[in-house]
């Protein structure tokens, strides 16, 4: 499978469904550890393929902004995010 974007698409929408959940549908905690788990995962990318994913993530960012503007600023942050430990 070369086209990673509708998985790329699909964990955004995951996280930002979590962000924008009720206590009473999504325990906090839960919500709050699913996405460190997600920050833990991309920090283990290397970083000679950060610029590789940060373009990958922006260009996605830029189709979907329209349609799913918290997607898309979703995967913004991911981007800014690559490289910080």
């Known amino acids: 499978m070369r086209n990673?974007?509708?998985f790329v698409v699909?964990?955004?929408?995951?996280?930002?469904?979590?962000d924008s959940a009720g206590?009473?549908?999504v325990e906090p905690s839960f919500a709050v550890k699913i996405q460190q788990v997600i920050g833990e995962c991309?920090?283990?990318i290397p970083r000679s393929e950060e610029p590789e994913l940060r373009e990958m993530l922006l260009r996605i960012a830029d189709e979907v902004s329209a349609e799913e503007s918290e997607v898309a600023k979703?995967?913004?942050?991911?981007?800014?995010n690559l490289?910080?430990?």
């Open 83 to 85: 490289g910080e430990s």
């Open 10 to 18: 699909a964990m955004a929408s995951c996280v930002a469904m979590l």
């Open 42 to 44: 991309l920090q283990k």
């Open 4 to 6: 990673l974007d509708p």
């Open 74 to 80: 979703r995967l913004r942050q991911w981007a800014a």
């Open 23 to 25: 206590a009473d549908e």
